[in-house]
């Protein structure tokens, strides 16, 4: 059984002690800190009231336990002070940095044809497109709404939470949702929302007020103009989510619709030479598939043939 021991600091000790631990809420925050892990080291104590002065003295009392010399010297007391700061800063790093590293922003970027999928701290799942910059905390558990900041293009599945509103930010303009599926575009480029499930309210804003808003419900998309005007319409092309689908759907379209489509999304140039090409209908779906296999996919369908050149590729006539 350990032995508990008659533990004390000398008046001058207790003075620096006292001076150290009121330098600063940092100090007096590793004081308590370390007086709590000390106190409960003891397996017969009894719960009381922690002591930063007995945690000090315990100090003492363990550094000369074994020692011919039973008072607490300048030497000892550096030595003590020493172990104290080091276990004082282990606990404290553990204790509080689980709190700062909960709240830490953090910041994810996509390259030109890179797109990345992150799961955020409640669980909603975020698949940033190219070019892109997400910001966002790593929890939201004090948070009275879930903030992400976006620059560029995402596809969100977010989680519900009847309590904290869902809400990405861009320069301009936000979306805001309590759980749903949905595109959304932030950017110089173009300011969109495509929702695929659920309702979003999709807002300009003017400094830090909202300002105009439309409540866009799934089938719909909303775009906004140059003079921040937004419009709600039907969705009705899918391929704006192809990056995030890798399927490109076509439904009786012109082959210069379908080539237009291909173009961007498999960025390569695509040069068509056929005889009346208004004639050429398309229906068929492409999914996950390289650009040469959706060229011999189409060019099959429609009786033409295709080749690759020096700056990309032919489809022209049999």
Known sequence: MVKSHQLSIAEHESERLDAWIRENQANRLLADGMAKLLSQTDIHQEP???????????????????????????????????????????????????????????????????????????????????????????EFDDDTVRLVQLNGEAFLEVAHDQEKPFIVSGKNYETRVLGTSFNVQLSEKENSVVVV??????????????????????????????????TLSPTTNQNKLAWHTRTLEFRNQKITDVITELSSYYRVVIQIKVDKPQDYLFTGTIHQA?????????????????KKTTRGYLIFNE
């Open 290 to 306: 390289s650009a040469e296999t959706a060229l011999e996919t189409i060019c099959y369908s429609l009786h033409l043939r295709w």
């Open 48 to 138: 009381s009231n922690y002591n930063a002065k007995i945690a000090w003295a315990k100090v003492e009392g363990r550094v000369t336990a074994n020692s011919k010399v039973r008072h607490f010297t300048p030497t000892l007391f550096r030595w003590a002070a020493a172990i104290m700061i080091i276990g004082l800063i282990s606990v404290a790093y553990w204790q509080l940095g689980e709190l700062s590293l909960a709240k830490k922003k953090i910041t994810v970027s996509t390259k030109s044809g890179e797109s990345k999928k992150i799961v955020l701290g409640d669980s909603t799942q975020l698949w940033l497109n190219e070019n892109s910059i997400l910001t966002y905390s790593r």
């Open 197 to 230: 499930t659920g309702k979003v309210r999709f807002s300009h804003k003017k400094n830090v007020e909202i300002g105009s808003s439309v409540v866009i419900e799934k089938g719909f998309q909303a775009t906004a103009n140059q003079d921040h005007e937004l």
